[in-house]
């Protein structure tokens, strides 16, 4: 790092656009050509040296417009594909009801407030506008660490209060038909892993033939939302469906080179079938549901999922009770 006058950083160029330093503060140059941000720089180096700090620091404020230009060209080549599409879309939401023009430092909660309102006008879910909050407040948290701004102008917006959505599962019955109804073969054959493995979407795309053991009858998950390698024991039908493969190499489940396919399709085979209101993650709630409707302990349930935390097995606590329904019907008034 080559510093100028004192506190002053000689220009910079981060992305599209040129910036130097000013006492450990990176500003925005506000050009993209070299030449012209070598005299703008000339000239706040004058500034500089004639005591006029404060007037340069507030005069170079780095704008939304720019911070977002320069944010997306940095995280398309640095973040995962799918945390860069949805951090791209939230902040497409975001310059949508905010002035690119607007300094990074003037911004308050009221372009968030301006985006909650718009999502809700368009009948946007209220997980869909949470989702672009949080995607909102997480990228802002570059600005502080580029030393754009001193700290996060989003930070402490909350989300929108939404009521949970009870699980929705297919009983064995509709399991059996959705997939019959399944005409491609490998859509047909990532369902029914689905329904008899329990698994997470990411945990079953990502599976591995390397993590199938047949010999000691179980497989291995490393991808986890949970982030615990872990064993799993075979259902006899999901051994058949492994064994029924013929390429045994790389993923288990390698057609699709995104999860966010796989989810599109499962989740028009469900309208298809009759289900439109569910969507891929019930059919882990199914696996749950109807070991639970089985008699299973909640125990062994959130075992076979995953759980970490018992308390996210209780949902399923309803649908195990069989044992007092059955004592209900030993009372007995005389009256």
Not at 134 to 161: Q, S
Not at 198 to 213: A, I, T
Not at 300 to 305: M, T
Request: proline fraction near 3%; aromatic fraction near 10%; glycine fraction near 6%.
């Amino acid at each position: 790092m080559t510093i100028g006058i004192m506190g002053l950083r000689k220009p910079f160029k981060r992305g599209k656009y040129w910036y130097c330093e000013i006492n450990r503060r990176r500003v925005s140059l506000r050009t993209s050509e070299k030449f012209e941000a070598t005299q703008i720089f000339n000239g706040l180096k004058r500034e500089y040296l004639a005591g006029r700090l404060e007037e340069l620091q507030s005069e170079c404020k780095t704008t939304l417009g720019e911070f977002a230009d320069e944010y997306l060209e940095w995280a398309e080549s640095t973040q995962k594909i799918r945390t860069f599409r949805a951090n791209r879309l939230a902040l497409d939401k975001l310059l949508a009801v905010a002035e690119r023009s607007k300094k990074l430092d003037q911004l308050n909660f009221k372009p968030l407030d301006a985006l909650v309102a718009k999502g809700k006008k368009g009948k946007l879910k209220t997980s869909s506008i949470n989702n672009h909050i949080r995607h909102v407040r997480a990228l802002f948290n570059k600005a502080v660490d580029w030393g754009l701004v001193e700290k996060n102008p989003f930070r402490g917006f909350k989300e929108l209060k939404s009521e949970p959505r009870p699980p929705a599962f297919l009983s064995a019955k509709e399991c059996v038909e959705l997939i019959s109804s399944i005409e491609d073969m490998e859509l047909r054959r990532f369902v029914t892993a689905s329904l008899y493995t329990g698994r997470r979407r990411g945990e079953l795309f990502y599976l591995k033939w390397s993590d199938v053991d047949f010999e000691r009858d179980c497989y291995l998950v490393r991808k986890s939302k949970t982030h615990l390698v872990r064993s799993y024991p075979m259902h006899p039908e999901f051994r058949a469906l492994l064994k029924s493969f013929d390429d045994r190499q790389g993923r288990v489940f390698k057609r699709w080179e995104h999860p966010d396919t796989v989810t599109g399709l499962v989740k028009q085979a469900l309208i298809n079938a009759g289900h439109p209101e569910m969507r891929l993650h019930d059919l882990r709630h199914t696996f749950a549901s109807n070991l639970a409707e089985a008699g299973e302990s909640l125990q062994a349930i959130g075992e076979l999922l995953g759980h970490t935390d018992k308390r996210t097995t209780e949902i399923y606590a309803h649908l195990s009770d069989q044992h007092l329904r059955d004592s209900l019907k030993r009372l007995k008034l005389n009256v």
